[in-house]
Structure formats: structure tokens, C-alpha cells
Nanobody, 127 residues
């Protein structure tokens, strides 16, 4: 079992920046992948970005060039640097992890197929 704890959310004005963090209780499998998802009120959950253990990354088109996903394996921590924030980025942001990632990063990201999920951290962007 892996526990994920997100932090770093908050309120920011349009054009501002925030950095989200997600600490995993462990990262046992070398083939694991991790990602960020978000869900706004009344909308479906959507993938934001994902990364695997060799730092392959993928991003949603809506955040490319503005958000950067990264990880610190020594600290079992996943990050999401969010720049040039927009009001439409307002959502609850969730960290997710899959210890095996057997089907590859893109498949797991596209299908939101991750075994473990955090409780979320709220991001609110005002215009």
C-alpha cells in the first residue's frame, strides 16, 4: 500500500505561480509512474501531467508550456510547478501513483489508471 499526501495548493491570481508537492510513503517498484490529475466542480476528472522513473513526461495540451512535472526520488516526492496560472486551472488537484505501470506511462495517463490516489489539494485562481 502506498499513501500519497499532496500539499502546496492555495489561492493565486491569474498569471501567478504555485508549486504542488506529493509525498509518497514509499516507491517500491522501479517501473512505477506518477501523475497529477484535477477535477473542477461539475466537470470530469482530467489528467494534467505524468512522469515515469526515467523522467519521461506527458502533459495535457491545456497546460503544456505552463506546468512542469518533476520528481525527487530520494525524497519520494512528486512536484507540479504551475506558472502563468489561469482561472480555468481552478480545481482540486490529485496525485496518483502506480507501482507497476505495466502498460506504459501514456496508457496509464490517458486511462487515469493508477492504483493509488491522494486526497487532493485545492487550487483556486482568480482573474
Amino acid at each position: 500500500q502506498v499513501q500519497l499526501v499532496e500539499s502546496g495548493g492555495g489561492s493565486e491570481q491569474s498569471g501567478g505561480s504555485l508549486r504542488l508537492s506529493c509525498v509518497a510513503s514509499r516507491r517500491k517498484y522501479s517501473t512505477s509512474c506518477m501523475g497529477w490529475f484535477r477535477q473542477a466542480p461539475g466537470k470530469e476528472r482530467e489528467g494534467v501531467a505524468a512522469i515515469d522513473t526515467i523522467d519521461t513526461t506527458t502533459y495535457a495540451d491545456s497546460v503544456k508550456g505552463r506546468f512542469t512535472i518533476s520528481q525527487d526520488n530520494a525524497k519520494n516526492t512528486l512536484y507540479l510547478q504551475m506558472n502563468s496560472l489561469k482561472p480555468e486551472d481552478t480545481a482540486m488537484y490529485y496525485c496518483a501513483a502506480d507501482p507497476l505501470c505495466m502498460s506504459g506511462l501514456l496508457w496509464h495517463f490517458d486511462h487515469a489508471s493508477f492504483a493509488y490516489w491522494g486526497q487532493g489539494t485545492q487550487v483556486t485562481v482568480s482573474s
